[in-house]
């Protein structure tokens, strides 16, 4: 196999590492070369002593035997080079060159040891000399340069020589030795193949195995460990930490919305994303620590030590992870965008009492659940209070899966009212026929299901319910009905058409069915919401902004997504009597709202002094238990018929 073929062959092999395996090969074989040539070049100047000048024979000795002690030489040095060191290509030229050499010594031979009366002797130095070549080209092949050069160097003086002679059967010896080269030469090129072909095969085995090995232990993209790796190691560095009672902590960091990022700019940016992520927070960690990628968005980072003291710790961890944090303040740049990114992180220490890497992911994953229940871009360190929420959680999970199912969900409506006390609408607030705990409101479960997720499929069951009911209302119809939209169902893709399917089934009139979305829904993504606004408006439903005046939003960018109505916060509504600075507030709300013509209605009026005050401030709708409140369809009936 000839250069280049051999580079193709090996195009998926390392070139270095063949010719680094080449040269060990050949190098391996010098002690038994050189102790050959020792004892053919005593036997051949002890044979030739008598035939030969002794000057010519103690000089080619010399020769032979001194580059054999240079080769020994070089053959020590080669075997202290520690594997896995970086190989030098030198050792690769060093080898053809010395290999020459010791040809040109048995070309030398066959110059300065060739007996020209003797056809005896000259027999018999061509026999150690093809001797030589044919065992040499045993070990030699493995570098064929090196196989050629030292076969050719060898032979060709003697083949001259006897050429020189001239007689019939010096012809008959140099063409015998010509055919006897060629063959040699032939078979080392054959070695040579086989012994590459193997040196690939074995090569692209190794890379084979070193890439199955690293895929199951490390994340092809960010080149990390991943999760099975980091759970390993961890096993062992809580072991190790509890031997030597150490204070380490684990980090488990969530990237915020990371999906609609995904989602929004593709799977080759996000994936960029996930690649610099990773690189930065390596950048914030010491060489001791270790992050890994756990899942998806979610990392790891392991501190295996931070101190001896668990409260002290405690803090030390949380600074840490604070400044990881804050290094996501700048933003990532992935070809022409500029990503802004926060992120969670849950923070545990160890050594705890239930320990365990299974555990104590679970206690640094619910701590970072907590960070985004918080609100997001926060750090929260694990207690144990924290564990009994995410159990009572999940039991709500369970149990509200369990209601969609048995239809334990019912509505109430509480009534909202005009001025002169008469029934303008209604809101339909979820309750919960809990089959243990009997009738629950929402601040039971809500958040939970929107957590989940569940809150989609008991949405758009609180959708399908509410307008069955205001279908049952055609008697008046100018009542309207009011319903909670929460965030997740706001964004959901698919919520406009469940509308529309919804409207078109119960064939209520839109113009009737008011959904109510809170500020920071809309505030938060501006450029979903307007869509997602625009098209509910040409549904003909209205909207309503809920608990008004709690968020940041001024009234005149909402006015911008013309919405029908704002209800004013029960903060504000509540004790408005003994409140100068949300007694202002309401008016100045009133002032804009009317100016802006939207309805606005005043919500928790809880006292009749609320509501003759609410009235100054030329507030004309009301809802609050002082006039109603929530309860079942039929009670409701029984208030209007
Ligand atoms: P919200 O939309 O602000 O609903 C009004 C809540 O205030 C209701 O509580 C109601 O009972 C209560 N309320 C009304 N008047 C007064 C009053 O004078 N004083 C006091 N202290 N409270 C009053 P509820 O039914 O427990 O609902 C709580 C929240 O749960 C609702 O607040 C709403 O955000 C959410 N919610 C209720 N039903 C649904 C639903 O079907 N879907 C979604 N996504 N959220 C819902
Ligand atoms: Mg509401």
Same mark, same amino acid.
């Given at each position: ?72 030489? @070089? &053959?020590?040095?080669? %075997? $202290? ?5 970086? !190989?030098? *290509?030198?050792?690769? =030229? ?122 199951? @232990? &490390?994340?092809?993209? %960010? $080149? ?5 790796? !980091?759970? *390993?190691?961890?096993? =062992? ?122 555990? @104590? ?141 919804? @409207? ?138």
């Amino acid at each position: 196999m000839n250069q280049p073929l051999l580079e193709t062959h090996a195009k998926e092999a390392n070139l270095t590492d063949i010719k680094s395996a080449q040269v060990r090969t050949l190098f391996s074989a010098i002690p038994a070369s050189l102790a050959t040539i020792l004892i053919n070049s005593v036997i051949l100047s002890t044979i030739l002593w008598q035939e030969i000048s002794h000057t010519n024979i103690v000089a080619w000795f010399l020769a032979t035997n001194s580059l054999s002690l240079f080769r020994w030489y @070089l &053959y020590r040095q080669f %075997t $202290k080079i520690n594997e896995g060191e970086e !190989f030098d *290509a030198i050792w690769y =030229q060093l080898a053809i060159v010395t290999s020459a050499l010791s040809g040109a010594t048995w070309g030398a031979a066959g110059i300065w040891l060739f007996a020209e009366h003797s056809i005896a002797h000259q027999v018999f130095l061509l026999f150690v000399i093809g001797g030589m070549g044919a065992g040499a080209i045993v070990t030699l092949s493995v570098i064929l340069r090196a196989a050629q050069s030292f076969v050719l160097l060898a032979v060709t003086p003697v083949l001259i020589q006897i050429m020189l002679v001239n007689n019939q059967i010096s012809t008959a010896m140099a063409i015998m030795i010509i055919l006897f080269t060629a063959r040699i030469l032939y078979s080392s090129k054959k070695l040579y193949d086989t012994f590459i072909e193997s040196l690939v095969n074995a090569h692209e085995r190794d890379v084979a195995e070193e890439r199955i090995r690293s895929q199951a @232990l &490390y994340d092809e993209l %960010t $080149k990390l460990p991943n999760r099975r790796l !980091f759970l *390993a190691s961890l096993d =062992q560095e809580l072991a190790r930490a509890a031997r030597h009672k150490r204070v380490g902590a684990l980090f488990f960091i969530d990237l915020d919305r990371f999906k609609a990022i995904n989602d929004s700019l593709g799977r080759s940016i996000g994936d960029e994303l996930l690649v610099q992520v990773a690189d930065r927070i390596c950048s914030r960690i010491r060489q001791e620590d270790t992050a890994a990628r756990f899942d998806g968005d979610k990392f790891v980072v392991l501190l295996p030590e931070i101190g001896k003291n668990i409260k002290i710790s405690g803090e030390q961890a949380h600074k840490i992870a604070n400044e990881i944090q804050k290094s996501f303040d700048s933003p990532f740049k992935i070809q022409q965008h500029e990503i802004q990114l926060t992120i969670s992180i849950g923070v545990v220490i160890f050594p705890l009492e239930q320990e365990g890497s299974a555990n @104590l992911v679970k206690y640094a994953d619910t701590a970072m659940f907590e960070a985004k229940r918080e609100g997001r871009d926060s750090v929260r360190l694990y207690s144990e209070e924290m564990q009994d929420a995410t159990e009572r959680r999940r039991i709500i999970e369970r149990g509200l899966k369990k209601a969609l199912e048995l239809s334990e969900f019912e509505l109430y409506f509480q009534p909202q009212f005009d001025g002169a006390h008469q029934i303008t609408g209604i809101e339909a607030l979820l309750r919960w026929h809990h089959p243990d705990k009997g009738l629950l409101t929402p601040e039971f479960f809500i958040e939970t299901a929107e957590q989940s997720g569940l809150i989609v499929p008991i949405g758009d069951w609180v959708i399908r319910s509410a307008c069955e009911h205001l279908a049952k209302l055609d008697f008046d119809s100018n009542l309207e009905l009011s319903v909670n939209i929460s965030p997740r169902q706001f964004r959901n893709l698919e919520f406009i058409s469940n509308i529309t399917q919804i @409207l078109l089934e119960t064939g209520v009139n839109p113009a009737r069915l008011k959904l109510e979305i809170t500020e920071s829904m809309v505030i938060d993504n501006i450029d979903q919401s307007v869509g997602v606004i625009d098209h509910l408006k040409r549904l003909g439903v209205k909207i309503s902004i809920d608990n008004f005046g709690t968020g940041y939003s001024s009234l005149i960018s909402l006015a911008r997504f013309s919405v029908d109505e704002i209800k004013i916060d029960p903060s504000l509504v509540q004790g408005i009597t003994n409140s100068p600075e949300n007694a202002i507030i309401v008016e100045t709300i009133m002032l804009t709202t009317n100016h802006l013509k939207i309805d606005t209605i005043a919500e928790g009026v809880e006292t009749s002094a609320d509501l003759d005050f609410l009235k100054k401030l030329n507030c004309n709708k009301f809802q609050g238990f002082y006039l109603a409140k929530p309860d079942s369809f039929e009670v409701f009936l029984s208030l209007i018929i």
